[in-house]
């Protein structure tokens, strides 16, 4: 096994460690309806009708709900199955028509398990670039590239090397800083082309941490 194969899998023990004990201790029972992220409510403003929306790493489910609000057919993707089983009981209690799969970025059969679209599909990240290894982040846009055909949507939010040195909010767990230019790159070598991009602060502060972003909306060529 190549070093990186093994640097990459013991990551990925942690950082399953982390978010499964995070998500187990943060009950849905009596929880009020989330509010939307800043970027989930943008990239729903950019929707021309209904969609499928995939979402990787959906997390607490919050912009999967509000998509889902709104419309559009939405499959929520963790590799946390407690994170999974929180969100369908949000879905569940909030009666929402939102879809969740268990499963890991690089799993072969997550596109059948994720199933054929009925509308354009967007591909939807926030904050999951930036939480798995450089080499998953190459995983991460091939099955956006499997997922997608011509004109389709990639909508990623990310922090950036700019951001190392600033607060963070949330626990020491994983999160790696990553280079725009690269990222761009190599979505741009899967048939991906840059529609809307922007760094900066401000679009995702959350009490004392203002990270410092970019967001970016790729269209499938």
């Given at each position: 096994?190549?070093?990186?194969d093994?640097?990459?899998?013991?990551?990925?023990e942690?950082r399953?460690?982390?978010?499964e004990?995070?998500?187990?201790?943060r009950?849905?029972?009596g929880q009020?309806r989330?509010v939307?992220?800043?970027?989930?409510?943008?990239?729903?403003g950019?929707l021309?009708?209904?969609?499928?929306?995939v979402?990787?790493g959906?997390?607490?489910g919050?912009?999967?709900l509000?998509?889902?609000s709104?419309?559009?057919?939405v499959?929520?993707?963790?590799?946390?199955?407690?994170a999974?089983?929180?969100?369908?009981q949000l879905?569940d209690g909030?009666?929402?028509d939102?879809?969740?799969?268990?499963?890991?970025v690089?799993?072969?059969?997550?596109?059948?398990?994720?199933?054929?679209?009925?509308?354009?599909?967007?591909?939807?990240?926030?904050?999951?670039?930036?939480?798995?290894?450089d080499?998953e982040?190459e995983?991460?846009?091939d099955?956006?590239a499997r997922?997608?055909?011509?004109?389709?949507l990639?909508?990623?939010?990310?922090?950036t090397i700019?951001?190392r040195s600033?607060?963070?909010?949330?626990g020491a767990h994983?999160r790696?800083?990553?280079?725009?230019a690269?990222?761009q790159?190599?979505?741009?070598?899967?048939?991906f082309?840059?529609e809307y991009d922007?760094?900066g602060?401000?679009?995702a502060?959350y009490?004392?941490?203002?990270?410092y972003?970019?967001?970016?909306i790729f269209r499938?060529?």
């Amino acid at each position: 096994m190549a070093e990186n194969d093994v640097v990459t899998r013991s990551v990925a023990e942690g950082r399953e460690e982390y978010w499964e004990h995070w998500y187990a201790r943060r009950s849905s029972a009596g929880q009020a309806r989330p509010v939307p992220s800043q970027f989930a409510a943008f990239v729903v403003g950019e929707l021309d009708g209904p969609h499928d929306i995939v979402e990787l790493g959906c997390g607490g489910g919050r912009d999967s709900l509000f998509f889902a609000s709104y419309g559009h057919r939405v499959v929520g993707v963790d590799a946390s199955a407690a994170a999974v089983s929180s969100c369908e009981q949000l879905a569940d209690g909030f009666g929402v028509d939102a879809r969740f799969v268990h499963a890991a970025v690089d799993d072969p059969g997550l596109p059948d398990r994720v199933g054929a679209p009925q509308h354009p599909r967007a591909v939807y990240a926030r904050f999951f670039v930036h939480a798995i290894t450089d080499e998953e982040e190459e995983r991460f846009l091939d099955l956006a590239a499997r997922l997608t055909t011509s004109g389709d949507l990639l909508a990623v939010e990310y922090r950036t090397i700019r951001d190392r040195s600033g607060e963070k909010e949330t626990g020491a767990h994983y999160r790696r800083f990553v280079l725009p230019a690269r990222f761009q790159s190599r979505a741009l070598e899967r048939g991906f082309d840059v529609e809307y991009d922007v760094e900066g602060f401000g679009f995702a502060k959350y009490r004392h941490d203002d990270a410092y972003v970019a967001r970016t909306i790729f269209r499938r060529r």
